[in-house]
């Protein structure tokens, strides 16, 4: 689905993918995230043919103009899990909030290991 919404300049009509590809941004250059983990079959099957996907560990699911966001990550060793993903949420909160002007409603982090 699309994020919809209405104000005085008209009707504004988001791609998932759009927000999708933001959220995956904001989240590799998030301090302390060392690399976000595919969770899809098709971001697995690109990365076995060397490209990258744009939404790669990012998944958005949008409930009557409601976003929830899942990160699927890896950590730099040696740091914080704690502040690093607490740093997060509110780092791609504001980016999203900011980009599609509509709330957040949930960001879940989901950490899968460390990387070295």
């Known amino acids: 689905m699309a ?3 209405s104000n005085i300049y008209g009707d504004i009509t988001i791609a998932d993918d759009a927000v999708a590809i933001v959220v995956s941004r ?5 301090y302390g ?20 996907s744009v939404t790669k560990g990012a998944k958005l699911v949008t409930v009557d103009n409601r976003i929830f966001i899942d990160l699927y990550i890896l950590l730099k060793a040696g740091l914080n899990k704690e502040a690093v993903v607490s740093s997060l949420v509110s780092t791609v909160k504001y980016h999203v909030e ?19």
């Open 3 to 5: 994020l919809k919404t």
């Open 33 to 52: 995230v060392a690399d976000l983990v595919s969770r899809r079959l098709t971001d697995s099957i690109l990365s076995i043919l060397n490209k990258e």
């Open 26 to 30: 904001v989240a590799r250059e998030c």
């Open 98 to 116: 900011h980009f599609t002007g509509m709330r957040v409603k949930e960001v879940n982090v989901h950490v899968l290991g460390v990387k070295l």
